[in-house]
């Protein structure tokens, strides 16, 4: 199975990037084949639709292949006042664009139809971040994905992962590994 793993955050020591390995090395240990984005590589602009006109991106591009490459994902959602990030909604917004004058990418749901995604996130306050996923999920699903039931928001997250970005509380990784087993579990029997 194959699974994709980004965070809506390019911060060094961003919570929610720990977040986002962690949750990558428990899918490989469950036997997934996993693609670390890091969003900070990519080279694409703040969504405006005449800039789109002169042609998509090629960074968006490649984004647009690597979510339509993955049946299943794990996004680990900073929370900005009360919200994801605008880089989250910026990167999906690209994402989702359709592409004028290419018949492959005509549909802007191309990439996102009937993905499995699993939503984390990480905070420093006590919800952990969690009604950034209440945003997101609808975003998600209107995209027509399917957003698994089985999420977790990391609270105190300044204080939850050790000096090897390893998360601490073993309730916390199993946590994070209740999202990742149901995205794998429910991606396997959709994709057949």
């Not at 994709?4 to 986002?20: E, K």
């Not at 694409?44 to 006109?53: G, H, K, M």
């Not at 917004?93 to 995604?117: H, I, L, M, N």
Request: charged content about 15%.
């Amino acid at each position: 199975m194959k699974i994709l793993v980004f965070a809506g955050s390019t911060r060094q020591q961003s919570f929610n990037r720990q977040l986002a390995a962690t949750a990558a090395a428990m899918a490989r240990a469950a036997g997934a084949a996993v693609t670390q984005l890091e969003l900070a590589e990519l080279d694409i602009p703040l969504y405006n639709a005449d800039l789109e006109a002169r042609g998509t991106p090629a960074d968006v591009m490649r984004l647009k292949r690597l979510l339509l490459e993955h049946p299943a994902w794990l996004i680990c959602s900073p929370e900005y006042n009360g919200s994801y990030t605008a880089l989250l909604k910026n990167t999906i917004d690209w994402a989702s664009s359709p592409v004028k004058g290419d018949p492959a990418w005509s549909q802007g749901t191309e990439s996102f139809e009937g993905k499995v995604v699993g939503l984390l996130s990480a905070s420093p306050g006590a919800l952990g971040g969690l009604r950034s996923l209440s945003h997101l999920n609808p975003l998600l699903v209107n995209l027509q994905c399917w957003v698994a039931p089985q999420q977790f928001a990391l609270g105190n997250a300044g204080q939850a992962f050790d000096a090897n970005g390893t998360l601490l509380d073993p309730a916390q990784r199993r946590g994070v590994q209740a999202v990742v087993e149901q995205v794998l579990w429910a991606s396997a029997r959709l994709q057949n």
